[in-house]
């Protein structure tokens, strides 16, 4: 079977750009620069599922979004999780976190409510996060 990005994921991230077998998604809530990283492997729950080599891709682009994102955002902390509870599909959320953010020092999991990018903001965030990255 073909990779399929999950529905919640698909309805909840804009595609910031696809890179070493991974898509990378930025969330859309601007409260927090958050990034969702998605391997496109099907029917994969866990990290140790994948095969060896794309374990290997996953964590050095886990490790490049973060230090990219840290320095984009002058975070103070980033945060770096697979959960996996309600989305079962496997992806991780890289998350560049702030003393002074809305949920700190807490997880941003069921926080007030999401705020979604503004159109003009949204082509902005996508384009400076895919110059970062790439």
Known sequence: MPFQLHPQLEADTHLICRTENCQILLMDDARFPWIVL???V???RELYE????QQQQAYQS?????KSL?????ADKMNVAALGNQVPQLHIHIIA?????????GPVWGVG???PYRPDQLQQRLS??????S
Request: aromatic share 8%; hydrophobic share 40%.
């Open 38 to 40: 998605v391997p496109e």
């Open 42 to 44: 099907a029917d994969i």
């Open 50 to 53: 994948l095969k060896e080599r």
């Open 62 to 66: 886990i490790l490049r979004i973060s």
């Open 70 to 74: 840290a320095e984009y955002s002058n």
């Open 97 to 105: 976190r702030y003393e002074t953010d809305a949920a700190w020092p």
């Open 113 to 115: 409510q999401a705020e």
């Open 128 to 133: 400076d996060l895919g110059a970062t990255l």
